[in-house]
């Protein structure tokens, strides 16, 4: 039993490695700017200086900073102007300027040229440590209501481009986001969360995408499919997990999405992955993907009655299905009249 149409004859990533924060100090008096190196790094930061705001330039262009701590008056690139020139190069870096003078004047410009904040010399080297904290506090913030924004624009594309999908055939105009509903129904039934259900509920939106390339003809044809109408509906989830592959932040779910095919008994396509081999979340998929097909009306015949299609997932549970997600889901299915 499948989810696709019977062809003839027969029927993410590890999480990446946490870096410390990188701060680049620039101040031409070297006295000055090793004390203000040393300082930061018994803070436990990982900290770089330059003599000249032309230097810190350079290394700005070429390395990773999280934030810069310069000196105000120094010869060649002042300050003022440095922070103007990271302030293009690097828009959310934290920039904090030193200055021997208490000019109102010169703190309101160098926040108008893009520094975060202002202080005063005679540093206080107990309290840089609290301030640079503070500012780095600030870009973690922006940052994270920066990366929600972007996820909630990713996510509203993901969908349109599975509605987009799901149009090609009026039997399946939903069929993305009921496998959606199913699984995530699924997830809290067997208290998947956080992360995992995330990568889940991004996959089963998309499972489908690879059908993009799949001809109208294949995908709306009434009854089976022919030996080589199957090999191109069997490709769909290589290219599927090609195009998300695309999106460096999505190749957990598009390693869910090309093996959402994959069969317990190693029977499935593309890898005739076995058992634990296969992604949980793929495996979820597989089963909201399958109960929702033969619930649903097809062109070439009438959806079967709930009870039926459980029957249909307990038959073929152990080859097919993991069998404890189809328990795990019947008993779900079953709590749930709406189904």
């Known amino acids: 039993m499948s989810s696709e149409p019977t062809r003839t004859p027969s029927a993410t990533p ?17 006295a000055m700017r090793m004390a203000l190196v040393q300082c930061l790094q018994l803070s436990g930061y990982e900290v770089a200086s330059a003599a000249s705001g032309a230097e810190a330039l350079e290394l700005l262009r070429t390395q990773r900073f999280d934030l810069l701590l310069t000196d105000q008056a120094m010869p060649g690139l002042s300050g003022l102007e440095l922070t103007e020139a990271v302030s293009r190069m690097h828009p959310h870096m934290p920039v904090v300027l030193l200055t021997g003078h208490t000019d109102v004047e010169l703190a309101r410009d160098s926040l108008q040229r893009g520094a975060s904040d202002f202080v005063t010399k005679p540093v206080n080297i107990r309290e840089l440590p609290i301030l640079v904290e503070r500012n780095l506090t600030r870009r973690r913030l922006e940052v994270a209501r920066l990366q929600e924004r972007e996820a909630q624009v990713l996510f509203a594309a993901i ?3 599975a ?24 997830a809290d039934a067997i208290h998947l969360a956080g992360e995992e ?34 090999a191109v509906m069997k490709a769909h989830p290589v290219k599927g997990g090609e195009i998300v592959g695309e999106i460096e932040e999505l190749g957990r779910v598009a390693d869910v999405i090309r093996h959402h095919h994959e069969r317990v008994d190693g029977g499935g396509y593309p890898d005739g992955l076995r058992g634990e081999a296969i992604p949980l979340a793929s495996r979820i998929i597989l089963i909201a993907d399958a109960f929702e097909a ?28 993991d069998s404890d997600l189809v328990r795990a889901f019947v008993r779900m299915v079953q709590g749930h009249s709406e189904l």
């Open 14 to 30: 590890d999480p990446p490695d946490v870096q410390p924060w990188r701060l680049l100090v620039v101040d031409d008096m070297e």
């Open 197 to 230: 259900r995330s990568v889940l509920e991004l996959s089963a939106w998309m499972h489908d995408v690879g059908k993009i390339g799949v001809p109208d003809s294949i995908l709306t044809k009434p009854g089976s499919l022919t030996e080589d109408e199957f």
């Open 159 to 161: 969908k349109a481009l």
């Open 163 to 186: 509605s987009a999908v799901d149009a090609k055939d009026r039997y399946t105009a939903r069929h993305s986001r009921v496998v959606t509903r199913l699984a995530l129904l699924l």
């Open 294 to 321: 033969m619930t649903s009306d097809r062109s070439y015949r009438r959806g079967f009655n709930r009870e039926a299609a459980l029957r249909e997932l307990l038959k073929h549970s152990g080859t097919q299905f």
